[in-house]
């Protein structure tokens, strides 16, 4: 170890640090290249491998979890939306297979999409009330889960108009 490298060490983390700050404190990763991200993820993985085979110092192994921690958790964060947008499609599927519905889980459902909905909602609404509140991943990825509601949607309200029991179309 020395003073360069040790130095070198503290400005990364230093810009970890003010990464991490940026997006806690306006909440928004404007101007923040998401690949590079990912690619940072990446070199972070394949380059601290050995911190499960070789051990050299407390503080490498802190300075290893710190880097590898910071990169995934912006990327995981970001993949968590794009999953969620999609993570009821094959609940769709199924319910689509099976046709008939029972109450609960066209319930389930339909308070799964209501949920996204009122949150696209509460989006809009602080898009207008607060500042420097533009999130497009978020924004996109939960519109596009809302629009894989829509038919459910349809025939939910639809059996509900008509009181009978909710069957999607073959």
């Not at 499960?52 to 590898?68: H, V």
């Not at 995934?72 to 968590?80: A, G």
């Not at 029972?102 to 389930?108: E, K």
């Amino acid at each position: 170890m020395n003073i360069f490298r040790l130095a070198g060490d503290m400005t990364h983390l230093l810009s970890v640090l003010v990464l991490l700050l940026k997006i806690h404190t306006i909440k928004s990763c404007a101007g923040i290249s998401l690949k590079t991200q990912e690619l940072y993820a990446v070199v972070f993985a394949t380059r601290y491998l050995d911190i499960f085979t070789s051990y050299i110092s407390p503080y490498n192994t802190m300075m290893k979890l710190i880097f590898l921690g910071s990169s995934f958790s912006i990327v995981m964060w970001t993949f968590s939306l794009y999953l969620e947008a999609v993570a009821i499609l094959p609940q769709l599927v199924m319910l689509q297979r099976t046709r008939n519905i029972d109450n609960l889980t066209g319930q389930y459902v339909f308070l799964l999409g209501a949920y996204r909905a009122l949150y696209i909602l509460n989006w809009i609404y602080r898009y207008f009330t607060e500042e420097h509140f533009v999130h497009w991943i978020t924004w996109i990825s939960g519109l596009v889960q809302t629009l894989l509601y829509a038919d459910f949607f349809y025939y939910y309200f639809q059996s509900w108009k008509n009181n009978v029991k909710l069957q999607l179309p073959a």
